[in-house]
């Protein structure tokens, strides 16, 4: 679109609001001005005034429907695997709006497809976007809508997508197989056979959807699972709050937000984690996990270039190694480098380099305001160091404490490390590691409030 049909499409709108209220009394108006937001990109500047359509033609079945549609579409604009930032937004007025057009229907149009289907459908998605809280409600929306017509393709999909996302890959993989014979071999359609196929060990069924889209998949025999070979390594996001271990954390007590792990992907939806979390999540190093086709971000990294970052959908098994925090105070810069190689092989020693993402209303809301940095450091002479060391499960502990003691007592650094201790049932010295964790951190927070 060129500038000048832009300048005035956006003259419309301005005359448009300035007309607002006879949006609600007249349909001609308020079609144009559906269509009006449409060729503008149906942005966040046009919520209020869907909300006001989507709620004030119940009586009007197609302009209700195509508000909601376009709310619809800008809620589904967040990740599902976000939490909702408040109560009220486009998915909640869609949803509103639906209800009060399906009670306005007339008897037949109750068991119309094309009338009453379409606002049962199009409800079940909204209801999808607002969480698992009204996840039997988006059930049924979707039964509704398939009873009146089996034979739509698009609801079986919108049906397993939800399916999906609440972990039931049993029922969205059925759904996405009657999507399937409906509407053809579908991209969309495939990814989430494959996906749930994945998610219940169904390696055949995943690889013959791989291949369908031209994925040269093969069954990986060991495993009972999918693989792609040549993979490029990814990022994956997940919820995670900070840990109560961390006094010294500039985010909020309990803040939700997500982290970035990288995976090493096995097929184009599972692989296993080669980083580990350090805030409480779900996943850590070494777990196998399922996540989502569609990239919800993408990061810049300096070794790899943008990456995509996909949503975290299932973990499909724990890994078996451990997964210890520790805490130190580096007295030299880069007292703690090398660490890793003084200690048993197969041993991985991560420091944290916190990459967090923080779920913001005045985002949400296109607010101007600033962001606080989250820098786990500290910025004073001594420099706080968290990190996270993954032990291999057939190692010996006794063995691993002694190379763990060698190799810090002769660094400029001290560290605390319960985790081992405990493993170890040295409660006493645990004790000690405990309340040295406590020191270094208070030492670090007295470090940084000097002037």
């Known amino acids: 679109m060129n500038a000048e049909a ?51 033609w119940e009586a009007d079945w197609r302009l209700s429907l195509v508000a909601a549609s376009m709310l619809v579409e800008q809620a589904g604009r967040r990740g599902m695997d976000e939490p909702p930032i408040a109560e009220e937004g486009p998915a909640s007025w869609a949803a509103t709006g639906l209800e009060r057009a ?94 749930c196929a994945t998610a219940l060990g169904k390696a055949e069924e995943a690889v013959d959807a791989w291949l369908e889209m031209g994925i040269e998949a093969r069954v990986d025999r060991s495993r009972g699972m999918p693989y792609v070979a040549g993979l490029p390594p990814l990022l994956l996001r997940v919820l995670s709050r900070t840990p109560a271990t961390d006094a010294t954390s500039q985010l909020p007590d309990k803040s939700v937000g997500f982290e970035l792990v990288w995976v090493a992907p096995l097929s184009p939806c599972h692989g296993v984690v080669q980083s580990p979390t350090f805030r409480d999540a779900p996943i850590d190093y070494g777990d196998l996990v399922l996540w989502d086709g569609a990239p919800v971000a993408a990061h810049d990294t300096p070794d790899h270039g943008t990456v995509p970052v996909f949503p975290l959908l299932e973990i499909l098994r724990h890994g078996a190694e451990r997964r210890w925090p520790f805490v ?40 101007p305001h600033e962001h606080h940095s989250s820098s786990a450091s500290s910025s004073g002479a001594l420099r706080l160091v968290r990190g996270k060391i993954i032990v291999q499960p057939i190692q010996n502990f006794e063995e691993f404490r002694d190379a763990w003691e060698a190799a810090i007592a002769k660094r400029e650094a001290s560290v605390s490390f319960p985790s081992l201790y405990e493993q170890l049932k040295d409660s006493k010295r645990a004790g000690q590691e405990h309340q040295a964790w406590r020191g270094i951190e208070g030492k670090a927070l007295r470090d940084k409030a000097q002037p």
């Not at 990109?41 to 004030?56: E, F, I, K, S």
């Not at 094309?114 to 079940?124: S, V």
């Not at 580096?330 to 991560?350: K, M, Q, S, Y």
């Open 6 to 56: 832009t300048e005035d499409l956006q003259a419309a709108w301005q005359e448009l609001l300035q007309r607002r209220a006879q949006l609600l009394e007249d349909p001609k108006l308020a079609g144009l001005g559906l269509r009006l937001i449409q060729e503008l990109g149906n942005a966040p500047a046009h919520r209020g005034v869907l909300r006001d359509l989507a709620q004030a």
């Open 102 to 195: 399906l009670r306005a229907l007339s008897d037949a149009d109750r068991k119309d497809p094309a009338i009453a289907g379409n606002l049962y459908a199009m409800l079940g998605n909204a209801l999808r976007l607002l969480g698992p809280n009204r996840d039997g409600e988006a059930q049924e929306a979707f039964t509704r809508a398939i009873e009146l017509d089996p034979d739509r393709g698009e609801w079986w999909y919108d049906a397993g997508l939800l399916d999906k996302w609440r972990g039931r890959f049993d029922e969205g993989f059925a759904a996405n197989e009657l999507a399937r014979m409906h509407l053809g071999d579908e991209r969309p359609v495939l990814w989430n056979l494959a996906i």
């Open 328 to 367: 130190g105070l580096e007295r030299e810069p880069g007292a703690l480098d090398g660490l890793e190689g003084e200690l048993p092989e197969g041993t991985r020693v991560f420091i944290q380099q916190e990459r967090v993402e923080h779920h913001c209303a005045a985002c949400e809301a296109d607010e």
